[in-house]
């Protein structure tokens, strides 16, 4: 990662949106229409806070959408690669912005944008980069692939500054022994939205999965 800590501003803390909810729901939304009612059903469900990834056309509609119609959601972006889809983003919305990584210049990016915001990091170097650069609160990606839970508790000890919001292979049974760790703040994850859910519109469905998400590690 390229950079030096003087040259990115500490963020405002993204810490009270990781503190919405153990669960941190990743949406990826084809349709722009299907954004406010899937919003509404994770909400009904007690999942407030919304990463809509910024993966297909709609991306941007669906963030306009739910922080126009969902007052109840705070809606972020989530995929995001690019300073100008930081920019983007913010100005259809976004509350938060979330990376799958990070670079000198997209962290720049990011702390423009104005809001808080989640960079990614899957080793320990990363991790303490972004601990120069003053972030404490990070997204662990991708988590099952990257290590998983025993590599989180090992990074507890040497890296006790950082917090993790570990996403990317994570499932509601999996979800709890993360929540456990003394290093993570919440979970990120998709399984409460399943795709054959999505393709009927079950909003329902999706309302009672949300409830079923952990909601500690007891």
């Given amino acids: 990662m390229e950079g030096s800590a003087e040259e990115t501003p500490a963020p405002d803390t993204v810490g009270p949106v990781l503190d919405l909810a153990p669960v941190l729901p990743v ?9 406010v009612p899937l919003a509404n059903a994770l909400v009904d469900g007690g999942l407030p806070a919304v990463e809509v990834a910024l993966r297909t056309p709609a991306a941007l509609d669906a963030i306009r959408a739910v922080a126009d119609e969902v007052p109840d959601a705070v809606v972020g ?6 300073p100008e ?44 980069t972004l601990l120069e650069h003053g972030i404490t609160d990070m997204k662990f ?17 040497p890296l006790s500054a950082a917090r993790f919001c570990p996403t990317g292979g994570v499932t509601n049974e999996s979800a709890l022994a993360y929540l456990a760790l003394p290093n993570v703040a ?13 393709a009927a519109r079950d909003w329902a469905r999706v309302t009672r999965l949300a409830q079923a998400a952990p909601r500690s590690a007891e």
């Fill in 27 to 35: 949406v990826t939304v084809e349709e722009a229409a299907d954004a």
């Fill in 77 to 82: 972006a989530g995929s995001v690669l690019t």
């Fill in 85 to 128: 889809q930081a920019e983007e983003a913010v100005a259809a919305g976004a509350r938060f912005l979330v990376s799958p990584g990070s670079t000198g210049g997209l962290l720049a990016g990011l702390s423009a944008a104005g809001v808080p915001f989640l960079p990614g990091a899957a080793t320990a170097s990363e991790v303490m």
């Fill in 141 to 157: 990606f991708p988590a099952e692939p990257a290590g998983g839970v025993p590599y989180l508790r090992s990074l507890a000890g």
């Fill in 186 to 198: 919440c979970v990120g994850g998709s399984w409460m939205m399943p795709p054959d859910a999505l």
